[in-house]
Every structure is written in structure tokens, then in C-alpha cells.
């Protein structure tokens, strides 16, 4: 399949090793939100924290589309969302303002995945939320937070309130707004992602048919006691799977290493 990236020169040799890898990461989880239809157009983030940077994050360039972004073509830029290189590209700094809240407060949170998809804005507007009606639900039930809806996320103000909401869990469900999950890597967040956008979409099937079956309360808290062991939890969240997920997209459009 041939290409359908904005043609830039590779950063790869301008870059340290450790942050050209975290940007053919990020590439690759943009253009696995596109593959899973998850994109929302233009409208929303997926941003990284560059190692040994300090407080620098790559996010994507504003107007490119989430399957057209490469390593190189992310943009450098500080807290307050400024670019810190001569990137040709613009940024949208308004949409960094959930993503900087959270970076800033969750140092473990390198990755930050911020999505608007129809099934998950569907239950984000249910007063229940999320229900345990589907195993899938029961490894995000486990770390899962709710932020009311305020409006467009564009204030200051609302940072603190986002990142109380937060705490320490891995998803979030932003009310009449939208899914975000986060990660210390980018295969961490994409597959928080992947279960949370998946729990969505079955809840939204399933309330279209008969009467719900609700996990019980006992299952839920051993099934949450079995997910939290240990030995379970060996390596990194996400880890058996990102080396399948790049080359799928490898098979798809390698472009995003570029």
C-alpha cells in the first residue's frame, strides 16, 4: 500500500534514541486509533512526555490526520503548548489543556490518549456510566474515574478538578465528552484504550437488546483480585500485544517509523 504521509525529513538523526523511539511509538497509536475508527477528525490528542526532556511533550501536528502523522512530522512543544522546534506544522494548543493537566500531575502518565468516539461519548452521557455487564468491563471498572462535563476543556480552572477526578486510574470517562486513558507507555494506553472503547461499545449493543445481566458484586471483586495478582501483572500493561499491533500496521503503511 502506498503511502498517504506528508513527505519531512527524517528527525531520527537530530533526536536522542530514546525520544526518536517514543515518537515512532506515538505515530504508531495514531495510526491505530485511525485503523480502529476511533479518530474524530482532527479534534482530539494523543501526546507523549520526551524522555530526559524534562517537561517537553510531542503532540500531533494540527490538520494532519491521525493516519498521516509519522515520527517526524510530531511537534515538540512545552506546557503551555508553544513549539520548542521549527516544526512547519501548527499546534492546537487549546486541545493540550486536559493533556498538560495531567502530565504535569501523574508523572507515570508518559502517554496521554484522549479520544471522542460514538460509543464512548454514548455512555458518557448515561448517569450509570460504565456497567459491569461484560468481562471486558471488569478490567476497567478496576481503574476507572469520572469527570463531570464543563464545557469545552479550555480553562485552567478546570485542571485540578480533571486531575482529582483522575486520581490514580488508568481511565477516565470525561461526562458528555468523551474516553481518556493513560499509560507509561504507549502500549499501556492504547490497550486501556482499546478495553474501554470495547466495554463502550458492547453496553451500547447490549442496551438495544433484552434485559441486561449485571455482573455481581462478589464476581467483580474477585475478578478485580485475580487481574491485581502479581504474577498476573508481570511486565508491562499491553506489552504481548504492541509487537503484533506494529506490524499490523507494518502490513497497512510502515510510513509512521519515518
Known amino acids: 500500500m502506498s503511502s498517504t504521509t506528508v513527505s519531512l525529513p527524517s528527525l531520527e538523526d537530530k533526536v536522542s534514541p530514546e525520544e526518536w523511539a517514543v515518537r515512532v511509538d506515538l505515530a504508531a497509536c495514531y495510526r491505530l486509533v485511525a485503523h480502529y475508527g476511533w479518530e474524530d477528525l482532527v479534534y482530539t490528542h494523543i501526546t507523549a512526555r520526551v524522555p530526559g526532556a524534562g517537561e517537553q511533550f510531542l503532540i500531533n501536528p494540527y490538520g494532519m490526520f491521525f493516519d498521516e502523522i509519522t515520527a517526524s512530522s510530531l511537534v515538540k512543544i512545552d506546557t503551555e503548548g508553544r513549539k520548542l522546534d521549527d516544526s512547519p506544522f501548527p499546534v492546537n494548543p487549546a486541545g493540550f489543556v486536559i493533556h498538560s493537566a495531567i502530565h504535569a500531575a501523574r508523572h507515570d502518565a508518559l502517554f496521554v490518549l484522549h479520544t471522542h468516539t460514538a460509543n464512548g461519548i454514548a455512555v458518557a452521557a448515561q448517569r450509570a456510566g460504565l456497567l459491569p455487564i461484560s468481562q471486558h468491563s471488569l478490567s476497567v471498572l478496576s481503574s476507572l474515574g469520572y469527570h463531570d ?82 504474577n498476573r501483572m508481570r511486565g508491562s500493561r499491553g506489552a504481548p500485544v504492541w509487537p503484533g499491533l506494529l506490524r499490523r500496521l507494518d502490513r497497512i503503511d510502515a510510513s509512521y517509523r519515518n
Open 149 to 230: 462535563f464543563e464545557g469545552p476543556a479550555l480553562r485552567d480552572d478546570e485542571k485540578p478538578r480533571l486531575v482529582a477526578d483522575l486520581g490514580d486510574h488508568r481511565h477516565l470517562i470525561l461526562r458528555n465528552h468523551g474516553l481518556l486513558t493513560v499509560g507509561e507507555t504507549a502500549a499501556e494506553a492504547f490497550l486501556s484504550m482499546y478495553y474501554l472503547e470495547t466495554s463502550c461499545a458492547i453496553q451500547v449493543k447490549a442496551q438495544a437488546g433484552g434485559e441486561l445481566i449485571v455482573v455481581p458484586k462478589d464476581i467483580i471483586e474477585s475478578s478485580y483480585a485475580q487481574m491485581m495478582n502479581p
